[in-house]
């Protein structure tokens, strides 16, 4: 089992930044990919970003490509997003999931409760 927990999200004018992290824990963490998600009211869960263990492996959605980068701390089991020039198309609820290397919902096996990131114009 693995348990995802997200924290960082909040309210932000357009342009502005936001970090979120996510604490990861369970015995095989090491196996996975971390990645982010976020789904937008109305909208399917989207891919956002994921990495390996190491940090050599990271993928992004076109759609933060040079706005958002992800980081991860093995000493800590944590998982970060670094948002910039954030835009208010980026508002959704953020997951952070566990899996497989993919951007492909279905291939994460383990959700965080999600954290709402919100942008004003």
């Known amino acids: 089992q693995v348990q995802l927990v997200e924290s960082g999200g909040g309210l932000v004018q357009a342009g502005g930044s936001l970090r979120l992290s996510c604490a990861a824990s369970g015995r095989t963490i090491s196996s996975y990919f971390l990645g982010w998600f976020r789904q937008a009211p109305g909208k399917e869960r989207e891919f956002v970003a994921t990495?390996?263990?190491?940090?050599?492996?990271?993928y992004y959605a076109d759609s933060v490509k040079g706005r958002f980068t992800i980081s991860r701390d093995n000493a800590k089991n944590t998982v970060g997003l670094q948002m910039n020039t954030l835009k208010p198309e980026d508002t959704a609820v953020y997951y952070c999931?566990?899996?497989?290397?993919?951007?492909?919902?279905?291939?994460?096996?383990?959700w965080g409760q999600g954290t709402q990131v919100t942008v004003s114009s």
């Open positions: 999931a566990a899996g497989r290397r993919s951007t492909v919902v279905g291939d994460y096996d383990y």
């Open positions: 990495i390996n263990w190491s940090g050599r492996s990271k």
